[in-house]
């Protein structure tokens, strides 16, 4: 009955087995194994067993074949030899055809393979924790990232040894939460390498793998090296926040420190701090003096100033202190320390002695915004220089009326952005030989209907001390441009003031960009229009905003040019396209000899740099004469024109059709389409 059992399992078995002589002739086979071979089993007796499975041992020792029959694809077989008695004669082969398995052996050696080439190139690693046994294991890929050979035994004690102190908290309550909630989980940290000295910065996500009653059993996770990302984040956050010539915080870093102190109710002094006459130093010794003057006070103000206070420069030569928990007269006395430091270091050239005026401002009390606060200790400032510079002024509540004051006149700027009452009036660029107009500046104007009536010297100052002139500024150049689309006359052109503060904002030559390309308007129809002031006191950032504009068509003019003795210097660094002459110059050009001689200088450094000029103030017929036989071709003023509302010039011009753009075929314009 065994017998027969075992014959019949020989039959069914999907193993074949094959008996040989001692030189591999096959004396007889089960079914299987001619299956195996693809032979009629009634063909196989006699065949050599070599010549059919290259590779098969010809004598007793385990081994593997590949046999590769014709039009098929691979096949492994693992192949066993064995003595079928003590006698030493027949031999006993058995065959299993052990394919899938051994490809799927090789697939998840591929993929094991390919996930840590993964890792290295993406410099991310895997770990995970048995909870049971309070084991974790790391991926080969992370113990190197980790300054580590493959293979090294890590525990969780050894790990948390090298991560940063402060960041170690962080880990354990989310990992604490994690197995709590059973919920996925992430977090940052820094830790030093094997090495003891180097720094990384990981990014960890993982999840928790729980049995069927909910209990944890496993923490699986990545860990993924963000060093470079966030050192490149870093610099741009610094970037952001940070003022370039001095390496000091900028506006935004002081405005935003005081609107997040008074959010959490705290309290203290700012102080405003400007620099006496730096406009001398710039004019008289140059601008590269100027930028060391600034670096100088800067270091000066941080070596001298506790590291909790924030020190920052808000644009020229103004910087700002925050003093948090310092009452004004505490502060006050930091102030005339400051101050009286100052006045002996020697900061600027010996023929040049270097004051500073002083506005100090509490801050705290209920009501105050960070604008208030700011407002209070300019107005503080604005005191010290009116009595004689070089002093320390508290602000008073004596004050309230001039802030008052200040705070209704941006109400209502923000009241007539919002409801339409800001108007634009247009005032002619002549060509002196002919009369005709060859373009308008656009002056902004405040028509909102109340009283007193408030003119561009009343509201224009305090815009600029508020980020608000930053809307009012974009606004006056989208209503230019959508001026332009409605009139399409390529005669029609307008130049456009831009304060000192747009210029510090990076994304306003995009948004200038954006409006042209968008409506259609040749570049060329817009003129921008930088004061020389603001060019010199933001000059990286009138050089930026000039180069950006200019590379697309738009016409740059340097305003009021002349009006600092180093303006010949700045057309070196400004790619312009022309320049309006300050009035100072023609204002008596007709009387006196000094400004006819000083106007021909500038006439002949326009020319041969091939820059456009035009002459301001321009306000009886005997400073056209003059100014034509210096070489002047344009003018602007009042007596060529005064400042008209803009609806007067356009009642003259060509219009689109309602609901049409008219879109004017340029190449910059198509390339940014």
């Known amino acids: 009955m065994g017998g027969a059992?075992?014959?019949?399992?020989?039959?069914?078995?999907d193993i074949g087995y094959g008996v040989t002589d001692p030189a591999t002739t096959l004396r007889w086979a089960n079914p299987a194994l001619a299956g195996i071979l693809g032979i009629d089993p009634e063909h196989l007796p006699g065949r050599s067993l070599s010549a059919l499975l290259p590779g098969a041992p010809d004598r007793p020792r385990p081994g593997l074949a590949l046999l590769t029959p014709a039009g098929e694809g691979?096949?492994?077989?693992?192949?066993?030899?064995?003595?079928?008695?003590?006698s030493g004669g027949d031999l006993l082969y058995r065959v299993a055809?052990?394919?899938?398995?051994?490809?799927?052996?090789?697939e998840a050696t591929h993929e094991a393979d390919a996930l840590r080439r993964a890792q290295v190139l993406g410099r991310m690693g895997t770990w995970e924790w048995h909870i049971a046994e309070d084991r974790v294991e790391w991926s080969d890929t992370l113990l190197g990232m980790f300054g580590y050979p493959a293979g090294t035994a890590l525990d969780y004690a050894a790990y948390t040894g090298h991560v940063h102190p402060d960041d170690l908290p962080t880990i354990q309550s989310t990992l604490t939460e994690a197995l709590r909630t059973?919920?996925?989980?992430?977090?940052?940290?820094?830790?030093?390498?094997?090495?003891?000295?180097?720094?990384?910065?990981?990014?960890?996500?993982?999840?928790?793998?729980?049995?069927?009653?909910?209990?944890?059993?496993?923490?699986?996770?990545?860990?993924h090296d963000i060093t470079q990302s966030r050192r490149v984040h870093d610099e741009l956050l610094a970037l952001a926040e940070q003022d370039p010539l001095t390496g000091l915080a900028n506006r935004r870093a002081v405005t935003r420190e005081l609107e997040r102190r008074l959010a959490t109710g705290g309290t203290g002094s700012l102080l405003l701090l400007d620099l006496d006459n730096f406009k001398d130093v710039n004019d008289l010794r140059g601008h590269a003096v100027g930028d060391r003057l600034m670096r100088a006070l800067a270091a000066a103000l941080r070596t001298r100033l506790e590291p909790e206070h924030l020190i920052g420069r808000l644009g020229g030569d103004e910087f700002a202190v925050v003093l948090p928990d310092t009452g004004p007269a505490d502060a006050a006395r930091v102030a005339e320390h400051l101050r009286d430091t100052i006045a002996r270091l020697p900061l600027a050239t010996p023929a040049t002695r270097t004051t500073i005026s002083t506005g100090v401002a509490g801050y705290g009390t209920s009501g105050d915004t960070w604008e208030l606060v700011l407002a209070n200790a300019d107005l503080a400032l604005y005191a010290s220089k009116a009595a004689g510079r070089n002093r320390v002024t508290v602000y008073e509540p004596g004050h309230y009326a001039d802030t008052a004051k200040r705070v209704s006149v941006l109400d209502r700027l923000?009241?007539?952005l919002d409801g339409g009452g800001l108007a634009l009036h247009a005032m002619p660029m002549v060509r002196l030989a002919t009369g005709r107009v060859l373009g308008h500046e656009l002056l902004l104007r405040l028509e909102d209907g109340q009283e007193p009536r408030l003119g561009p010297a009343d509201f224009l100052p305090e815009a600029e001390r508020t980020n608000l002139v930053h809307e009012i500024d974009r606004w006056v150049l989208a209503t230019a441009i959508d001026t332009l689309v409605r009139h399409p006359d390529p005669e029609l052109r307008f130049n456009v003031n831009v304060s000192g503060r747009t210029l510090e904002d990076p994304e306003f030559g995009g948004f200038v960009l954006d409006r042209l390309a968008?409506?259609?308007?040749?570049?060329?129809?817009?003129?921008?229009?930088?004061?020389?002031?603001?060019?010199?006191?933001n000059l990286d950032a009138a050089r930026t905003l000039a180069h950006q504009l200019r590379g697309h068509g738009c016409r740059i003019v340097l305003d009021d040019f002349g009006?600092?003795?180093g303006s010949f210097v700045h057309l070196k660094h400004l790619p312009i396209t022309?320049?309006?002459?300050?009035?100072?110059?023609?204002?008596?050009?007709d009387e006196r000899g000094p400004d006819a001689v000083l106007v021909s200088g500038i006439m002949r450094i326009a020319q041969g740099l091939g820059l456009s000029a035009v002459a301001e103030w321009v306000e009886r017929p005997e400073q056209v004469r003059t100014l034509t036989s210096l070489g002047v071709r344009v003018g602007q003023g009042f007596h060529l024109g005064g400042p008209v509302p803009l609806g007067q010039v356009l009642s003259a011009q060509p219009q689109a059709p309602d609901g049409a753009l008219s879109p004017e075929r340029n190449p910059a314009i198509d390339r940014r389409s």
């Open 518 to 537: 968008g409506a259609g308007v040749a570049p060329g129809r817009l003129g921008i229009e930088i004061t020389e002031t603001a060019a010199v006191t």
């Open 563 to 565: 009006s600092g003795f």
């Open 97 to 106: 055809d052990v394919t899938a398995w051994r490809d799927r052996e090789l």
């Open 182 to 223: 059973g919920a996925g989980f992430s977090y940052t940290h820094r830790m030093t390498l094997g090495d003891g000295v180097t720094e990384r910065w990981f990014e960890c996500f993982g999840e928790v793998v729980t049995d069927p009653d909910g209990t944890p059993q496993r923490v699986l996770g990545t860990a």
């Open 414 to 416: 923000r009241g007539a």
């Open 578 to 589: 022309g320049i309006k002459i300050d009035g100072e110059f023609v204002r008596g050009i």
């Open 74 to 86: 691979h096949r492994w077989l693992e192949v066993t030899c064995q003595r079928l008695d003590a």
């Open 5 to 13: 059992w075992h014959r019949e399992v020989l039959q069914r078995t």
